[in-house]
Each structure stands twice: as C-alpha cells, then as structure tokens.
C-alpha cells in the first residue's frame, strides 16, 4: 500500500466526523436500520443510486426523506403508477404565446430535476415509463424534444420496490437494474428496535432529523472516495469475485452449471467505489476484503439470474454469491 497524501488523510478524518453526525441524526429517525443506512449512504459517496427492496412498512420512504434532510439535498418524490408516463418525470414542451403574439414553446421540467428522486414502486410503471429514468441515471442529463438538459448535482435516484405484491407490476430489465449501484434489502426489525419503534413512534412528539452535510462537501466526499488507495489484494479479490460469477468465466463448476447470466465491468466499478465508500464511513484510508465481502451480495444480486434447473433445485441467488465469497475468505 502506498503512502497516503497528508491532505487526504486530514479530509478523510474530516469527512468521517461528519458522516458519524450524519449517520447519528438519521438513526434518531429510522431505528434499527444501520446495516441498511450505511449501505444507502455508500451508493450516494460513490455517485451511485440504490434499489431500496422491501415489504410496505419498513421506512424505506422515511430513509430517503431523512437522507435527503440531513445531506441538504433537494429531494422529489414520484409515485409510480400504471398510468404514469416519461414526461411526468422528466417534463415536457408547452407552447406558449408571449405579450407580443408570438408563439414559441417552453420547456417545464419535471421532477427528475432534483438532487434526490425517489422513484417509489418503480416496477408498477410501465417498461416504457422506467425507460425515462434510463439516461438520467447514466449520463446526469435528459433529452426532450432533441434539447439537452443537464440534471443538478449531485444526482441519485433511490428506487422503491415491493417484493411480494406483484400483480400489475413490470419487472426491470436488465439494463435498468444494471444502473443500479447497490441492491439493498430492507429486512424486519429486531424484536427490541419494534419495541423501540412503538414507544418512540406512537406519542405526542416524534424525532425529526437536521441538516448534517452541505450538497458541496457531499461532492468533495464523493472526489474524496475515487482518491482512496486500493490494495493489490483487494483488486484481486473483486476480480476474481466478479469473474467467477459469470459463467462462461467462472473456475467453479457450480456457478457454471447454475447461473444463467452474470455481472458486467460495471459490478467491479460498484465494488471498487463503494469499498472505499463504506472505508470512509467507518473511518478508515482504504477498504479491505471485509468491505468487499459485505457488499458483494448488494452489488451482485441485482446483476445474476439462475437457470431454470437451479431454480427448480431450491438454489437462490443468494446461495451462490456465498459461494462466490469462499473463493476469496
């Protein structure tokens, strides 16, 4: 490992202290969720955007309402619908006629123009609906009407999705999912944060979080994260990680035998940026293989499908990608 930069290593401690603020104000709003924080807020460090998957009641809206409090970012919400259509996201053109009579149109932007959309139920629009997000998500700015249009900065999409109510709903293809930083699964409570969650939440008073972090030192953070150091043993263990999950690569026989596609480059990328993300919020100059470990299954999920036949033998995704984690223990 290289010698770190004196000044990186002063912005790092800096950066730490206020992420710790950060992360504090948010747990006085969402209880009991700190697995689930730390992996939102390391998709925001890495300039990413997140799936945020869970059952309805679990504060998945409250996290992103909450986040976009105490990071000081412009926040929109967009429920979709069936009906919902591409220009109720990113806008549209309107014709207008000025004081003079002339008649020339204007463009009205919709709320993708914002520094924190959250994009709730994504999958119950249509595929042609969740088309519009495609570019903003990739490239930070839409095209209406042959106009380009830049989104402000930062930009993340933090995408809802219910994953037991399925009816009326379009699943996410592919290329959509692969924009995706991380997958987070947002599981139950413990029995004593449900306590908690009852006492705290049913009175007169409830907790409200504040401001921790400006939109400037987010970005700073987020220039901060891309100049962390990372070792030679942890770049070979995000390769091999991603390599052996695709099965014309894989050295395991297994994966070969049972996953029917796996992750691109863009799966390393996330690792890389988001091991040094999750370094930094807990204090550390550079990620370890523990980092890559504990974000393997949020970067792989969403980027693997199984055969048929694994499927049908009772294998999950999940099952694989602790496989994949043994090769690199």
């Known amino acids: 490992m290289q010698d770190i930069p004196a000044n990186i290593e002063k912005a790092a401690g800096a950066a730490s202290e206020k992420l710790s603020?950060?992360?504090a104000n948010i747990?006085?709003?969402?209880?009991?969720?700190d697995a689930v924080v730390e992996l939102a807020l390391a998709a925001i460090l890495s300039g990413g955007h997140a799936l945020l998957?869970?059952?309805?009641?679990?504060a998945k809206t409250l996290l992103v309402e909450t986040l976009g409090t105490v990071l000081g970012l412009d926040d929109k919400r967009v429920q979709f619908t069936p009906d919902l259509m591409p220009g109720d996201i990113l806008g549209s053109e309107v014709l207008e006629e000025n004081a003079k009579g002339k008649r020339e149109f204007r463009f009205i932007p919709g709320p993708v123009f914002t520094q924190l959309l959250m994009a709730d139920e994504i999958n119950r629009a249509s595929p042609r609906t969740q088309s519009a997000l495609l570019q903003a998500m990739q490239e930070k700015f839409v095209t209406v009407a042959g106009v380009r249009h830049d989104l402000p900065k930062p930009f993340h999409v933090l995408a809802t999705q219910n994953p037991i109510e399925q009816e009326g709903t379009y699943p996410l293809p592919e290329a959509q999912?692969?924009?995706f930083l991380l997958r987070i699964d947002v599981d139950f409570p413990t029995l004593e944060t449900e306590r908690n969650i009852l006492v705290r939440t049913t009175g007169t008073e409830t907790a409200g979080a504040k401001?921790?972090?400006t939109p400037k030192q987010l970005m700073d953070m987020q220039a901060l994260v891309r100049k962390l150091p990372v070792g030679e043993n942890v770049l070979d263990a995000i390769l091999t990680l991603v390599r052996n999950?695709?099965?014309a690569q894989s050295e395991i026989e297994s994966v070969r035998e049972s996953v029917s596609w796996g992750p691109g480059p863009r799966a390393g990328q996330a690792l890389m940026l988001a091991s040094r993300a999750r370094a930094l919020i807990d204090g550390r100059l550079s990620p370890s293989i523990d980092d890559v470990l504990a974000l393997a299954e949020p970067v792989l999920k969403h980027r693997m499908?199984?055969?048929?036949?694994a499927r049908a033998d009772g294998q999950t995704v999940g099952s694989v990608i602790e496989t994949l984690k043994d090769?690199?223990?």
């Open 245 to 247: 999950a695709r099965p």
């Open 21 to 23: 603020t950060a992360r």
């Open 327 to 329: 090769r690199i223990r």
């Open 177 to 179: 999912l692969d924009r």
């Open 211 to 213: 401001k921790a972090i």
């Open 27 to 33: 747990g006085r709003v969402v209880y009991g969720q």
């Open 305 to 309: 499908a199984l055969n048929f036949a």
């Open 53 to 58: 998957v869970g059952v309805p009641g679990l």
